[in-house]
């Protein structure tokens, strides 16, 4: 059994900052990808950022120059940076990881529970 736990949320005012953890445990080979989606009420849930194994990261251009992700391998832990938040970025985080239990083997998408990130004045 993997379980992803992610933590790091809560209300900040705009132009704040939060940092978000994922921590990955269980019977793991290799975590492929890293990275958060994200699902505000009424719209689409939507990518936010990854990061692979060795490091190269993709992002939303909404968060294009404001959040940073970042990973530590030998503890199965990513982490989103977000600075100059905006009320917009006020959604559901939900970590997730591409995880192969063997060499060679099948990845698997895990999810974490979700977190609140609510960006109030």
Same mark, same amino acid.
């Given at each position: ?7 790091? %949320?809560?209300?900040? #005012?705009?132009? *704040?900052?939060? !940092?978000?953890?994922c &921590?990955?445990?269980? $019977? ?6 890293? %990275?958060?989606?994200? #699902?505000?009420? *009424?719209?689409? !849930?939507?990518?936010? &950022?990854?990061?692979? $194994? ?16 970042? !990973? ?48 109030s004045?």
């Amino acid at each position: 059994q993997v379980q992803l736990v992610e933590s790091g %949320g809560g209300l900040v #005012q705009p132009g *704040g900052s939060l !940092r978000l953890s994922c &921590a990955a445990s269980g $019977s793991i080979f290799s975590i492929i990808v890293m %990275g958060w989606d994200r #699902q505000a009420p *009424g719209k689409q !849930r939507e990518l936010v &950022a990854t990061i692979t $194994s060795g490091g190269n990261t993709n992002y939303a251009e909404s968060v294009k120059g404001r959040f940073t992700i970042s !990973r530590d391998n030998a503890k199965n832990t990513a982490y989103l940076q977000m600075n100059g938040l905006k009320l917009e970025d006020t959604a559901v985080y939900y970590c997730n990881a591409d995880i192969t239990y063997r060499s060679g083997g099948s990845a698997f998408r895990f999810w974490g529970q979700g977190t609140q990130v609510t960006v109030s004045s």
